[in-house]
């Protein structure tokens, strides 16, 4: 009797481990199916730059796919001091500063110890003011004064009212929540640019399910956080990438 309930005991268990095995094998194929997604653009990177980039993309007329291999968006801007210069004759006029856009550009060359490429500095300093008024059209508040933040050479700092950089997160994501055909895609990592020839039409990446394939039909730009991400995602062979390299550090990079 007692060798039959010991044989029926081990034939229920060998059941019971076969149906285990069937789970798994069925949730292995889950996480590695692959899924396909088409955007006109896709961003790799969910931090300032890369929501900013997503939000103007699609207030041009783009559908965009963000992607960030984080289980949230935020990245380094977040946490960061969110201090932003631009010469702003109405904020800086009442407190008797004068500034103006050659000041900061020469200020921006020098402090970067003339490493970095003018027209990228150009770039930055005439068009700090209106990115500041393109963020208060979406009702991100700055505070009414400006100041000199630690590290730069003149009062033209600008102060979000939300702390660190939340105001800035909060703003892209606030945009993205209200509209269509803008989609972040968390727990995604990018791991290769995809190409025609000499042509970026993509990325590859995975995602919590599997492989993840995205087409960008118009272009991809990649915000990783530095140009070493870039290098890693783009390799050396790719001439379609533009880096915006070093202006008083390191930046992102454009893949056209």
């Known amino acids: 009797m007692k060798q039959k309930s010991l044989l029926l005991l081990l034939a229920a268990a060998l059941v019971f ?5 069937g789970a798994d094998d069925a949730n292995t194929k889950t996480q590695t199916s692959e899924t396909e997604h088409t955007a006109d653009v896709v961003v790799i990177g969910a931090g300032g730059a890369g929501l900013a980039a997503a939000v103007s993309a699609h207030q041009n007329g783009a559908s965009v796919i963000v992607i960030e291999k984080m289980p949230f968006v935020g990245g380094n801007t977040i946490i960061c001091g969110a201090a932003y210069n631009a010469v702003d004759p109405s904020r800086q006029g009442p407190q ?7 000041k900061h550009f ?14 990228m500095i150009r770039t930055l300093v005439e068009n700090a003011y209106p990115a500041i008024e393109w963020l208060e059209s979406m009702d991100m508040e700055f505070k009414p004064e400006v100041f000199t933040v630690l590290g730069g050479l003149w009062p033209r700092a600008h102060k979000p009212v939300k702390p660190l950089g939340t105001g800035f997160i909060d703003t892209y994501m606030n945009y993205i929540s ?15 640019l995809t190409t025609d020839g000499n042509r970026i ?11 993840v394939n995205l087409n960008a039909g118009k272009g991809v730009v990649i915000t990783t956080g530095g140009i ?16 915006f ?12």
């Open 17 to 21: 481990s076969l149906i285990g095995c």
């Open 96 to 102: 008797g500063i004068e500034d103006s856009v050659d």
């Open 106 to 119: 020469q200020q921006t060359y020098e402090g970067g110890d003339k490493l970095g490429k003018p027209e």
């Open 178 to 192: 209200k509209n269509d055909n803008i989609e972040i895609m968390v727990d995604t990592k990018g791991l290769a």
């Open 201 to 211: 039409t993509g990325v590859r990446a995975e995602g919590p399910a599997g492989p």
């Open 228 to 243: 070493h991400g870039a290098n890693r995602l783009g390799g050396n062979a790719l001439p379609d990438i533009t880096v």
């Open 245 to 256: 390299g070093r202006i008083a550090g390191k930046s992102a990079a454009t893949a056209k």
